[in-house]
């Protein structure tokens, strides 16, 4: 839920560098996609050491997209219903 939730919680690009300007709502999907990636080579990694990695189709990356959409719906919330703009 943290690395969904992370590009809605700071303004910061990736978590790391400053920018000058306030992340549009584009920059923001990138980084969730790139997160996805990210928590997904982790699960990877975590199956292929504990034992025998299994082959996943098109309807596992289908479901854990739409999970992970749903995990990220309270930062959206917080970041564009919640926050009011100066």
Known sequence: MLG???P???????????????????FRFLELCLSYGLVGC????????????V???WEFFAITVVL???????GFVYR??????P
Do not use: C, D, V
């Not at 919680?9 to 584009?26: A, C, D, V």
């Not at 992970?68 to 719906?73: E, G, I």
């Not at 564009?80 to 703009?85: A, I, M, N, S």
């Open 4 to 6: 969904a939730n992370a």
């Open 8 to 26: 809605f919680f700071t303004e910061r690009g990736f978590g790391i560098w400053h920018l000058n300007r306030p992340k549009s709502l584009g």
């Open 42 to 53: 982790i699960g990877f990694m975590l199956e292929a050491r504990a034992g025998q990695l």
């Open 55 to 57: 082959p996943q189709r």
């Open 68 to 74: 992970f959409l749903t995990l990220a719906f309270p």
């Open 80 to 85: 564009y219903l919640l926050l009011r703009r």
